[in-house]
């Protein structure tokens, strides 16, 4: 058995961007936010991610601009350590290690040298006791550095980093946690506690939820779980402090931010409402209305031009000072469950799950972006707690990516079960799917399994389903109708069932030859051609959880989970039990590219994996507690590069990488430590916009494509000059090269424009040369016209010797400024 040595867990692609505050840079350009174990840098204007910020091991938990340079940032993370990144460039300047799990970070510009860091109080990442911790950062040039000065600030705090800020300059911070409110001052070293009782007279429930402070005033902004805004003033003493109510929000307020000037306050909420409140003039308020799920942040750029907002289904809205949307970034939608499986569309490499309620969501693993969102149910979805409304349940797609089959159902109180089916064909045009046909009530009961023949070669396109009703049905695609305006239709091939048993799983086999059947405890092969039942295979009374056939070298395995802790391969030549073993497998798949499959198997609160082939009796690879609590989601998506590792631990993620979900909606994957260096490599590479102008710095950077010039004239006259210098690795590493070890600017800049510089008397002299060449060259043609009838012109060539090639006018003007050049110079080196 071979255990993981240099493969771990990540965070790859579908992070979370909404777990933290996003920041927008000084000049509005860019939008950094916190993205699983990176922070990920996206252009505000175009929506695409310029880089991604990689270096941490485990959860970054907060993004910061560092106050005394607009172009770097701090970012946390639960690894223990602070980092400083040039984030234009995506370079990692410095690595402070703190040495504790931190949970947010802080700066104040009158604080220089200092970050504010929350960290456990016992040193633990389950404690719930948390405190505030002043870090004075090391000045030295070594990349990395311990940061071993701290200081406690404020003991047991809230792990939420919207509870937590800094007010007037840095003067005082304020804390909120539950129904208290505690301010810390400077100067004073001295802090002041205010309480709320837990309910007011009206019922509503006083905890305190987020806290935003004024930057140019005392006032301190909570938001609270009725709803409530309260504007809190005098309370650098105890007993005189004062505050005012704000109300609009009917739930929660989840985050608060003043603009940079302290002119409005935004609040936000459940209600996807966007409030602008006028400071001392609470009654003027502006609203952003349906901004499409529950906002969780906001955040302000540093000139106030520039809103943004985090909202629950992983999406961040950049919005306008006037109150417009300019940009949305959409991330991989995370519901509170998962319905359907997680599926690879077999033309787009894109990730396939459930999105928004009623959809269907593509998202790209390689560029971690969402492509589209496919509407599925086609209803208005109504936000009503209580009200069932239509789900997708289920989703299929076949070999090729040409059909997509899909389930949805609702289920009402005292209502039967609504059940479709629906069909979808992809469209060239549209570069989409579009429904082909809808079947009402495809069974009697829920559906359990939907799938496709995956023969390449089928003649025929085959869909099976699974019910609870104990039939499965087999749809076939009919070809197209005479008439122009029918496409293709689908229709009900044969249904099968036996001994009444209610079946629960379906399966193909790589060729499309077999079609294997679980009912409950036994497990049914059937052929497709003839719809004849082959053979029956069981195991003890347990029902079948999973099945799956072996591909390639392994194609005559089939492969079973039982409720009874067991996985069960048969031989289908002799129709008997190859072997079997005791494993808790919560979920079986099997890679389409190469014969391994993967068992997550549920041990002692955690999820184990195994990686084998079924020929085989020893595992490729084991991995133990590769997440918390259960797996019942994952995937194989087929790489765009193949990897050539030849270790024997890491063979198996050489043609796939496998994704899977965790109980808290993460999506994680696999990664080599070679693929984490390549990664490391590719992020750190400049990214320029190809709008740029074509000036020298543009060809210097390497981006200049050569173009093969046709004319001989332009040719001669561009070679006088002097060529512009091209990419090499010596300008990649001084581009590359932190800004702090670099010589000064003036000194760069100064050699660098003189190389430029073309000799104003070297012009003037070679266009006086060029209008006296033109002049020689027509006394010359006109001389050359008058001769030529006087020159007789052999008709033969003389024997043995051959016809010398005429000259163009282009080589013989060539020639001519060839031989007026001064070759003096080549006296000296000869001598």
């Known amino acids: 058995m071979v255990e993981h040595g240099d493969i771990r867990v990540v965070y790859r692609g579908g992070s979370k961007i909404n777990s933290r505050q996003p920041v927008i840079t000084q000049d509005s350009r860019f939008l950094l936010c916190a993205s ?53 460039d995506g370079i990692l300047i410095k690595t402070y290690v703190i040495g504790y799990p931190i949970y947010s970070i802080y700066t104040s510009a009158h604080h220089e040298g200092v970050i504010f860091v929350v960290t456990p109080m016992l040193n633990d990442k389950r404690s719930e006791v948390f405190q505030l911790v002043a870090v004075h950062l090391p000045q030295n040039g070594d990349q990395l550095v311990e940061a071993r000065e701290l200081s406690a600030v404020l003991s047991d705090v809230s792990s939420n980093p919207a509870a937590i800020g800094f007010g007037k300059g840095g003067e005082f911070i304020a804390s909120a946690k539950g129904l208290h409110l505690e301010v810390f001052f400077f100067k004073k070293q001295k802090s002041y506690r205010f309480s709320l009782k837990e309910d007011n007279k009206k019922g509503g429930k006083n905890t305190f939820m987020c806290v935003a402070c004024h930057q140019k005033d005392d006032c301190i902004a909570t938001g609270h779980e009725d709803g409530k805004i309260r504007l809190w003033r005098n309370f650098n003493q105890k007993k005189e402090y004062t505050y005012s109510t704000l109300h609009w929000h009917h739930s929660a307020v989840s985050s608060l931010c003043f603009t940079p000037e302290g002119t409005n306050l935004l609040s936000g909420g459940l209600e996807s409402v966007l409030v602008q409140w006028r400071y001392k003039q609470e009654s003027q308020r502006d609203f952003l209305p349906r901004l499409g799920s529950a906002i969780t942040h906001i955040a302000v750029s540093p000139d106030g031009a520039l809103f943004c907002t985090s909202h629950s289904d992983n999406k961040i809205t950049i919005i306008q000072s006037s109150v417009k949307v300019s940009a949305v970034i959409q991330g991989l939608v995370k519901g509170e469950s998962l319905r359907t499986d997680l ?13 928004k309620p009623g959809h269907l969501q593509f998202y790209s693993l390689q560029r971690d972006k969402l492509m589209y969102n496919l509407d599925i149910v086609q209803q208005e979805y109504i936000h009503e707690s209580g009200l069932e409304q239509f789900e997708v ?18 289920k009402q109180k005292a209502a039967e079960l609504e059940l ?17 046909t809808t079947i009402s009530a495809p069974h009697e009961a829920r559906i359990t399994d939907i ?26 695609l009919s070809a197209a109708a005479h008439t122009e305006d029918e496409g293709p239709s689908w229709s009900c091939d044969f249904f099968g069932a036996y001994h009444g048993l209610v079946p629960e799983r379906c399966c193909f086999s790589a060729d499309g030859s077999l079609l294997a059947v679980s009912f409950q405890e036994v497990v049914t092969v059937w052929s497709p051609a003839s719809w004849e039942l082959l053979t029956t295979l069981s195991q003890p009374p347990q029902s079948i959880r999973d099945l799956c056939f072996g591909r390639l070298s392994c194609s005559k395995y089939l492969l079973g989970t039982t409720a009874g802790k067991l996985l069960c391969c048969w031989n289908l030549l002799t129709c008997s039990l190859e072997w079997s073993t005791t494993m808790d497998v919560s979920l079986l798949l099997a890679d389409p590219l190469t014969e391994n499959m993967a068992a997550f198997c549920c041990q002692a609160g955690g999820t184990d994996l195994f990686v084998f082939k079924p020929s085989e009796p020893r595992p490729l690879f084991s991995h133990k507690a590769v997440c918390s609590g259960k797996v019942t989601r994952a995937v194989f998506s087929p790489r765009e590069e193949m990897l050539e590792s030849c270790e024997e631990s890491s063979q198996w993620l050489n043609r796939s990488q496998l994704h899977f979900l965790t109980q808290y909606m993460d999506l994680m994957t696999f990664t080599t430590k070679a693929e984490e260096e ?5 992020s750190r590479q400049l990214v320029m916009d190809d709008s740029v102008a074509m000036t020298p710095f543009y060809l210097l950077l390497g981006k200049h494509r050569q173009q093969e010039t046709e004319d001989a004239v332009s040719s001669s006259l561009s070679a006088d000059r002097s060529a512009v210098p091209q990419s090499s690795a010596a300008i990649k590493q ?6 702090h070890v670099l010589p000064s600017t003036s000194y760069l800049c100064a050699m660098f424009v003189r190389s430029l510089l073309v000799s104003v008397t070297d012009t003037r002299e070679e266009n006086e040369h060029a209008e ?16 030529e009838p006087s020159i007789p012109r052999p008709e033969q060539a003389s024997e043995g010797g051959s016809e010398a090639p005429a000259l163009t006018k282009p080589q013989l003007r060539e020639l001519r400024r060839v031989r007026k050049q001064d070759h003096s110079w080549s006296a000296g080196l000869l001598s």
Request: glycine fraction near 4%; aromatic fraction near 8%; hydrophobic fraction near 35%.
């Open 451 to 476: 799938c496709f023949c995956q023969a390449a070669d089928s003649q025929t396109t085959m869909l099976v389903s699974t019910s609870k009703d104990g039939h499965f049905k087999a749809w076939q």
């Open 36 to 88: 699983g174990e990176c922070v990920k840098v996206f252009s505000t204007s175009t929506e695409e991610c310029v880089h991604d910020l990689r270096g941490h091991t485990d959860l970054v938990t907060g993004v910061l601009l560092k106050p005394s340079n607009h172009l770097q940032v701090y970012s946390c993370s639960a690894d223990g350590t602070v980092k400083l990144w040039d984030f234009t």
């Open 734 to 739: 001084l581009l590359q090269t932190p800004a």
């Open 420 to 436: 479709n089916l629906k069909l979808w064909a992809f469209d060239e045009q549209t570069q989409s799917f579009v429904l082909n």
């Open 393 to 410: 349940v289920k989703a299929a797609f076949d070999a090729s990516g040409s059909w997509m089959a899909t389930v949805e159902e609702r």
């Open 772 to 787: 006296e060449e033109m002049d020689s060259e027509k006394e010359e043609e006109d001389s050359e016209e008058e001769m």
């Open 343 to 355: 599926m690879v569309d077999p033309r787009s490499k894109s990730l396939v799950l459930n999105g």
């Open 678 to 682: 390549r990664l490391m490599a590719s």
